[in-house]
């Protein structure tokens, strides 16, 4: 599986920016995406996940940080998922990855070690 994350750039508080992540290769093997960030001198962090092979059915994941402001959209039919950010403040600034994981969970994987396959990262710059 490879995956390629764009839509990044440079953005006033308060706007919007929606980033894409392409999927190719053995994406049937694919259960759930989730979109990382890292800002300067912060650790990684999960900021939101969606889950749609397994049990249950589908479910997403937001942290506290984001929820409300952040929407993942899939697409299965052509194997993209979106970030839709919006309400962007200063702090939201990093590398924002998009990342795969093969495990079919009854829950959306909150670890970074669950998700096998990462993106290269696109870099989200909000300016005050």
């Known amino acids: 599986v490879q995956l390629q994350a764009s839509g990044g750039g440079l953005v006033q508080a308060g706007g919007s920016l929606r980033l894409s992540c392409a999927a190719s290769g053995r994406t049937d093997i694919i259960s759930a995406m989730g979109w990382f960030r890292q800002g300067a001198g912060k650790e990684r962090e999960l900021i939101g996940a969606?889950?749609?092979?397994?049990?249950?059915?589908?479910?997403?994941y937001y942290a506290d940080s984001v929820r409300g402001r952040f929407t993942i959209v899939r697409d299965n039919a052509n194997d993209m998922t979106y970030l839709q950010m919006s309400s962007l403040r200063p702090d939201d600034t990093a590398v924002y990855y998009c990342?795969?994981?093969?495990?079919?969970?009854?829950?959306?994987?909150?670890?970074?070690?669950?998700?096998?396959?990462w993106g290269q990262g696109t870099l989200v710059t909000v300016s005050s």
């Open positions: 969606i889950r749609w092979r397994g049990m249950g059915g589908t479910n997403t």
């Open positions: 990342t795969a994981d093969r495990v079919r969970r009854q829950y959306v994987a909150r670890l970074s070690s669950s998700y096998e396959f």
